[in-house]
């Protein structure tokens, strides 16, 4: 009787460890499959969407520059609790001052 009940417990679900063997081998060749589905469409499909999306970015880039928007001074904009802890406090840290304006608007103005 103990051996019955050990038999029907030993592996996940019931199943032995020949069986459960067997079931786990198998799946070796949809792996292979997918890696032969994967392959080609990295190199024909991925890649040259990077390539045609890289080519976009160079030509928009050189259409000219942009006028930046006028500053307006919104209420519920730009509110800081305490100073940044770098330079005057005031500045962002990778601030540009032709695109990023202050509380008080834009620098050069």
Request: net charge positive; no cysteine; hydrophobic share 35%.
């Amino acid at each position: 009787m103990a051996a019955a009940s050990v038999s029907r417990l030993s592996g996940p679900l019931g199943r032995s460890g020949a069986q459960l063997g067997r079931s786990m081998s198998s799946g070796t060749h949809g792996q292979e499959a997918s890696a032969r589905r994967w392959k080609p469409l990295t190199y024909f499909v991925a890649l040259p969407g990077v390539g045609v999306s890289m080519l976009n970015l160079f030509l928009k880039s050189h259409h000219g520059e942009h006028e930046r928007p006028e500053f307006v001074a919104y209420p519920h904009l730009r509110i800081k609790s305490k100073p940044f802890p770098w330079g005057d406090g005031n500045h962002t840290l990778f601030h540009n001052s032709h695109v990023n304006p202050l509380p008080t608007g834009y620098e050069d103005e």
